[in-house]
């Protein structure tokens, strides 16, 4: 399956303070990315899709100017989290697009965010 | 709307016995299920999924089992083992502008003890 790297795998920070996240597909191109979050002891919940050269799409709820996401390349997504407050303390998690019909994603390790 | 649920919060299994972890859903556009496996503060981890044309895929210690009519699938992990423990999630997802999107069960906390 594909290989996922996620970077950094933990973040605490002051209120107020942007944040930003990486996701890089090591081993093959990814024109689509998602984004999903993950609160304590909750389901894991998508948030966007992350696409190669055009904007990402996000889910209903989810504030685009909050949580911005870059797909600038066919191996590496970033989703920032503007002005982050202790509201968005969360696990954040991301995955890359089956290659090609029914075929499984797979996770980076993900990237627990504490915000002060 | 919950579209993937896992009604069982957890299950505790006895080395070598069978776990069996269920999920339903709801959406009958939902073409392809997938189990994760999970642990903190970790991403999930793929395990095995099935399309909606058959009726069951086993891969080693592990076989997925869909009814479609019931809109229902189970997990079976034989024989099961210590380091089988984790949080399972179920995930469903459809094809056309959903093509992707992972819609994920609440997860079922498996501990197996020795």
């Known amino acids: 399956g594909a290989v996922v790297s996620q970077h950094p795998s933990r973040v605490i920070c002051k209120s107020g303070t942007s944040v930003k996240i990486e996701c890089r597909s090591l081993?093959?191109?990814?024109?689509?990315m998602f984004w999903y979050r993950q609160f304590p002891k909750q389901s894991l919940m998508l948030m966007a899709t992350?696409?190669?050269?055009?904007?990402?799409?996000?889910e209903q709820g989810v504030e685009k100017d909050k949580f911005l996401i870059n797909h600038a390349s066919l191996t590496l997504s970033t989703l920032t989290v503007t002005s982050a407050h202790p509201e968005d303390s969360s696990f954040y998690i991301c995955?890359?697009?089956?290659?090609?019909?029914?075929?499984?994603?797979?996770f980076g390790d993900g990237t627990r965010l504490s915000i002060l | 709307d919950q579209q993937v649920k896992q009604n069982s919060p957890s299950l505790s299994v006895q080395e070598g016995r069978i776990s069996i972890l269920n999920c339903d859903y709801t959406?009958?556009?939902?073409?392809?299920f997938l189990w994760y496996k999970k642990y903190p503060a970790e991403g999930p981890t793929f395990l095995i999924s099935?399309?909606?044309?058959?009726d069951k895929n086993e891969d080693g210690r592990f076989t997925v089992f869909l009814n479609k009519s019931a809109k229902h699938l189970s997990l079976h992990i034989v024989p099961s083992q210590p380091g089988d423990s984790a949080v399972y999630f179920c995930?469903?997802?459809?094809?056309?502008?959903?093509?992707?999107?992972?819609?994920f069960g609440q997860g079922t906390i498996l501990t197996v003890h020795p």
């Open positions: 995955s890359v697009g089956p290659r090609a019909g029914y075929q499984p994603q797979h």
């Open positions: 099935i399309s909606s044309i058959k």
């Open positions: 995930a469903a997802t459809a094809g056309g502008t959903s093509y992707g999107k992972l819609t």
């Open positions: 959406n009958s556009m939902f073409d392809y």
């Open positions: 992350s696409n190669e050269g055009s904007k990402a799409t996000y």
């Open positions: 081993d093959f191109q990814a024109t689509t």
